[in-house]
């Protein structure tokens, strides 16, 4: 069989095509993880979020956590009463919606620790949104659970 000019554009074209659909298929099988479904009420309440870290980080005790392979413990400011802690805690894994986790706030002598065992290892985005009495407060970071 002879190779001419003809059979080499089309052997081109079809190579080209080919990739294109390749790359179609891959991008539609990719998974894309939101941060939050509800992306455009907490664009609307973004100001609100920025008063409660301002009033986060102007307390003279600040909000504590530390994250091992025990678990995830929080410390409230001496000046917090347990009985008016109110609140969430929220464990966002970038990279697997799966992982997430919620938790109520529920202090015991200003403190409250999450067993490992209720976060699967990963890097999550700990976002804590807490009430005292009247005043409202938002503390966030970035914790590695890595458990035994």
Known sequence: MKFNWGAGITALYLGFVAMILLLVTMSVN???DLVTDQYYDEETKFQEKLNKTNRATALAEPLQWTANEEGLTIVYPKTA???ELKGTIKLYCPSNDKNDRSFEIASLNNQQFI???KIPNA???????WKNGTDTYWNEDVIVMNSK
């Open 30 to 32: 990719q998974k894309i």
């Open 81 to 83: 009463t347990d009985p």
């Open 115 to 117: 067993p490992a065992s």
């Open 123 to 129: 890097r999550y985005r700990l976002q804590i949104d």
